[in-house]
């Protein structure tokens, strides 16, 4: 998964909402990212904040468009994923 958001952000884009749900693993266990829904081109400011609240970033609950809120929710996935939730 962290290749993924490293792709992203690599092309400038911030996936804003990572989450054990958005997270798909293939039966030949290649990881894939889904739901860009709310995702961010970071050239242009984001109007709004989004994503899971559970997952959000501080950066993000300022209204900040960063590429760390991502690092950060994927952290929160990660625990989410080692706890079994």
Same mark, same amino acid.
């Given at each position: ?41 970071? &050239?242009?400011?984001? =109007? ?10 501080? $950066?993000?609950? %300022? /209204? &900040?468009?960063?590429? =760390? ?10 625990? $989410?994923?080692? %706890? /079994?939730?």
């Amino acid at each position: 998964c962290l290749k993924g958001i490293n792709f992203l952000h690599n092309n400038n884009i911030i996936h804003r909402d990572i989450k054990c749900q958005n997270i798909l693993l293939s039966s030949d266990f290649n990881v894939k990212i889904i739901d860009f829904g709310i995702s961010k081109y970071t &050239e242009y400011k984001a =109007s709004t904040i989004t994503g899971t609240p559970t997952h959000m970033s501080p $950066e993000t609950r %300022r /209204g &900040e468009t960063c590429f =760390s809120s991502d690092i950060w929710s994927m952290g929160c996935t990660a625990i $989410e994923m080692g %706890r /079994g939730d």
